[in-house]
């Protein structure tokens, strides 16, 4: 029977350190491309909400300029109906009289 000898425990030892050392380095390699691929996940996204966000101020700014349209819109026909219902004959006749009765003053 063959007894184990300084000399094998100290071989033994030192390529469990080059083991260390090597699974050592591949999981610091491994950190490094995780960072590095959650840095680019990371980009991508906010460079997509970035475009979300300008899509939506533009969506935003599309329905307020129908908005205004639409409201453009009902007024002048709400001056339209004003003139074909005789409104503006009525404040014709009106100012007319306010002349005549003041003496244009």
Known sequence: ?????????????????????????????LDTAMREGFKGVNQRLDATMAAFESG??????RLDALESTRDQAHGAGKTLMWLLSGGAGTTIVLWMSNLIHFGGK
């Open 1 to 29: 029977m063959m007894g184990v000898t300084h000399g094998d425990l100290a071989r033994d030892f030192g390529r469990m350190e080059a083991t260390q050392d090597a699974m050592m380095t591949r999981m610091d390699s």
């Open 56 to 61: 939506q101020t533009a969506q935003n700014n």
